[in-house]
């Protein structure tokens, strides 16, 4: 035995190792709750805490309720607890926290619990040691590094959640949050990607699925199961599994996880569907989102649970899409046409109904919109603004213009229009449906160039113009939008309604952010233009360069071909709607040499209109002020004044030039002297025009 010396000796001794350690176990709490109280200041605030929502993306539809776009970053569908299968909600407590309703929002004793089961099992992954508020912490505010910094601050959070929010709150959060596969977030996308219906629809078997799935979602998703295995065993195994723990837990009794074992894995899709993005009428859809972005900001777009309803008719944006690609699969090799744009506006509303930006897919290589971002010569149909210049300066259809063009001094070099009939004198009209460039040339230098100018940015143009005589035969540059908008004028009875492409947006609480009203602007054309206009854009379509849109029930139009036939087009209108059809090749490659407005445009013009006026409200086209409208004369006593100052004549209806035995209908007119037609009618004495002479483009 020790003397009683060295037994102090060693009891000083071992109460200064004692206080040592104290010191030390002291100074660990210390430099530990130290740490963790750095770390909870990192943490995000409690009323961040109290208003988050889970991001969601934006919807944007037709006006016939077709879904065009999704946009998010995260294909989600939130949906209250109440919506979710009680099934579903035991399922997934069932194999991820099994004391969720016991625990703080940390579980020691469950992590115990599942590591011993995961080595009994042979499957160290087999349970997650996470509770729901941990891994709701950890996919909310946290990242995904495996450190223990970042563990410290999943269970700080998950405390602090736990005082904040009730269990349910918690429960509808986490099942809206958690990633399943897929791309799919939340109970309600899963349900949608997998089995192809709602959340609440969901067997108890298609429940365990899903419930199987956030531990390893990439690695257990069927689809990636199908695509790396070639059968679902994987993804089978994990959902009985599932229900046995549902067995284990009394949710569920064994005969009824028997007869879910037994149920086969019906998947809505071979492979994972396309969950977002643009997904019908791309094109217009980027169209809308490029607005969307340029008002709100990428981030409320993309996660802010925005409903965008546009003007879209999804029925006739097929029927544009079939006539487009119908098209351009039969003829666009014999033609040497690689492109196709259509855009269909409502000319009373403005509203864009169809909208074909391209023929190809797919779209993320062929993402350029022709029909609004391609600015294309309009040809011949730019002779519209000519013809529409003249008559609100008084012209009328039977007056007379030239063919004929002197060679104009261009520089150092001398230009006139090319064309075929620019020798003779024609009516307006007869022009108009022929399409002779000469007259067109000479009746927008008697006009004035500036006029035509004018009246083509009153229509609707926005592209700059040059007052230059190649102007009449369309040698700038617009695009198809500006083109049907500037037609539908007519229709509109000389109204124009600015294109518009969204209708409401609302955000994710139902709160209306935007509703857009037609705008509408009275453009104040004489009655007697309106008339004129429709006159000769008839006459365009029974007797003149566009006879092949005559197949649509009151057509109007103007074809269009550049120079070298490198652009041909068929713009025009019904009562219902303004369309305007481009056809070329984005690299200026000419087409064949038969490729013109009336041969190729048209046809796709008459394909798409004869469906889409199927589905417009019927309208009747403007006609004449009774005080301004010339009928048959009547019979009445006459002065000798009277007949010094007017005289009686029949004309062609079409051409309104002196009638002719071959024309279909005769109108008898009064005219004051001078004034009267002095040509007989060029429509029906003499061969029809060709579909389209080429116009010289300078």
Sequence with gaps: MFSRTVRRRIKKILLWLEIALIVLLGAAVGIVAGAIYQLSKTLPPEQILASYRPPEGTTVWSSDGVLLAKLTTEYREPVKLEKIPQHLQDAVIAIEDARFYQHSGFDLKGLFRALVQNLRGGDLTGQGGSTITQQLARNIYLTQQKTLARKIKEILLAVQIERKWTKRQILETYLNQVYFGSGAYGVQAAARVYFGKDVGELTLAEAATLAGLPQRPSELSPYTALERDGNLDRTIHRRNVVLQRMVETGKITPAEAQRAMQEPLRLAHRSSPQLGGYLRAKHFADYVVSYLRGKYGEDRVFKGGLKVVTTLNYKMQRAAEAAAREAYRRYGRSYGFSEVALVAIDPHTGYIRAMVGSVHEPYRQHQ???????????????????????????????????????????????????????????????????????????????????????????????????????????????????????????????????????????????????????????????????????????????????????????????????????????????????????????????????????????????????????????????????????????????????????????????????????????????????????????????????????????
């Design 368 to 698: 350029f919109n022709c029909a609004v971002q391609a600015i294309r010569q309009p040809g011949s149909a730019f002779k519209f603004f000519v013809y529409a210049t003249a008559l609100e300066k008084g012209w009328h259809l039977g007056r007379t213009v030239s063919g004929y063009v002197r060679p104009i001094r261009d520089g150092d070099k001398w230009w006139s229009p090319g064309g075929v009939g620019n020798r003779g004198t024609y009516s307006l009209i007869g022009a108009f449906a022929a399409s002779i460039n000469g007259a067109a040339v000479n009746l927008a230098m008697q006009v004035g160039l500036d006029d035509v100018v004018e009246m083509a940015y009153r229509l609707g143009i926005k592209q700059r113009l040059l007052a230059v005589p190649s102007l009449a035969l369309g040698s700038c540059g617009v695009t198809p939008l500006e083109m049907a908008s500037a037609f539908g004028v007519v229709p509109a009875n000389g109204r124009r309604a600015e294109p518009l492409a969204v209708l409401t947006v609302t955000d994710s609480d139902g709160t209306l952010l935007e509703s857009n009203k037609p705008l509408v602007r009275d453009l104040k054309l004489s009655p007697r233009t309106i008339d004129g206009l429709i006159r000769l854009t008839r006459a365009v379509v029974t007797s003149g360069t566009g006879r092949r849109a005559g197949v649509v029930p009151n057509a109007h139009g103007k074809t269009g071909t550049t120079n070298d036939n490198t652009d041909v087009w068929f713009v025009g209108f019904t009562p219902e709607l303004a369309t305007a059809v481009w056809v070329g090749n984005r690299d200026n490659t000419p087409m064949r040499s038969a490729s013109f407005g009336g041969t190729v445009a048209a046809p796709i013009w008459a394909d798409f209109m004869r469906e889409a006026i199927r589905l417009a409200p019927k309208r009747r086209l403007p006609e004449l002020p009774r005080g301004l409208r010339v009928t048959e004369a009547q019979p009445r006593e006459r002065t000798e004044g009277d007949a010094r100052e007017t005289l009686r004549v029949r004309v062609c209806v079409e051409s309104q030039e002196l009638a002719r035995r071959a024309c279909p209908a005769v109108e008898t007119k009064e005219y004051l002297r001078g004034q009267q037609p002095t040509g007989y009618c060029t429509l029906h004495g003499r061969p029809p025009p060709r579909d389209e002479p080429p116009p010289d483009d300078p």
